[in-house]
């Protein structure tokens, strides 16, 4: 059987994981030992959802968590599910953002915490939630490594990458908008409103990289200029892509939000999620 790790910190700072099994059906079955203190403390549980099952694993300790009694609990989801399926396209699809937050308000929480959600809608559907923008922990993402350009990838990410631009103090900054077929909607390619310069190091940011093929054509674009990658969600769906951004960008910084398994080498770091919530 398949279980996932849930982690739990209580106010006092006590700190414990806690594997729920999921049974050969796909039900969560988590059953909580060894967790007795002051009902009455604030509880953070810092849940996995990198897949619907790991989604539920973690609803389903928390509902056992209430069981118990203790009812002040804060739920940390750093990567929120469904966060891009933001809105309804055509007749018949799936608000599937809303899916998941109506199941979290349903446990009637503290607090929810998420990290650098991909667009206002998650936020406003989650009740009681506090956001952790990117631009709060970019410090510790890029932790000893300095920066003197900014590159925005596209047009979603340019607020994003204004507030990291002042948070970092870089001045330099390259616009890019993807160019459509606006008969399609096919993407054709991407235009910058200026070059590189040759001795500057470049930052890219934005939320999530996923099968990573908006960074490699962006590194395309770009190429011979020296740059680095930031997302905060670091999916690396493709792993022939991942290889291919490792070798285009000087180094790649993500976070564990979806890839606890994710291990830091010589071109990549991980933040842990913990250091940035707590």
């Not at 009694?69 to 750093?78: F, K, R, S, T």
């Not at 989650?126 to 490594?145: A, M």
């Not at 792993?239 to 010589?266: E, G, M, W």
Request: with cysteine; glycine share 6%.
């Amino acid at each position: 059987m398949n279980s996932v790790t849930i982690s739990v910190m209580t106010e006092s700072g006590d700190y414990k994981n806690f594997d729920v099994v999921v049974l050969p059906g796909g039900e969560p079955h988590p059953q909580i030992k060894g967790f007795d203190f002051n009902k009455d403390q604030s509880v953070t549980v810092f849940g996995q959802t990198n897949s619907s099952s790991s989604f539920l694993a973690t609803v389903a300790f928390v509902m056992a968590l209430k069981n118990l009694g203790y009812c002040n609990i804060v739920l940390a989801l750093p990567y929120f599910p469904g966060a891009r399926q933001d809105r309804i396209s055509a007749p018949g699809e799936c608000l599937t953002v809303k899916m998941y937050a109506d199941i979290v308000n349903s446990l009637n929480l503290r607090k929810v915490i998420i990290l650098d959600p991909h667009s206002h809608v998650t936020p406003a559907l989650i009740n009681k939630v506090h956001v952790i923008n990117q631009h709060e922990f970019i410090h510790s993402l890029i932790w000893c490594h300095t920066f003197d350009g900014l590159i925005v990838p596209d047009e979603g990410a340019l607020k994003k990458s204004l507030k990291i631009a002042q948070e970092l103090n870089i001045t330099d900054i390259i616009f890019c908008q993807k160019v459509r077929d606006y008969a399609t909607g096919e993407i054709l390619g991407l235009k910058a409103d200026r070059p590189y310069s040759p001795d500057r190091n470049y930052l890219v940011c934005d939320d999530i990289c996923d099968g990573g093929r908006t960074f490699l054509e962006l590194a395309d674009k770009f190429k011979g200029a020296k740059m680095s990658l930031a997302v905060t969600h670091g999916i690396f769906s493709s792993p022939t892509n991942y290889k291919k951004l490792t070798q285009a960008y000087q180094h790649i910084f993500t976070t564990d939000s979806f890839r606890p398994d994710l291990v830091q080498t010589k071109k990549l770091s991980v933040l842990n999620c913990v250091e940035i919530i707590l």
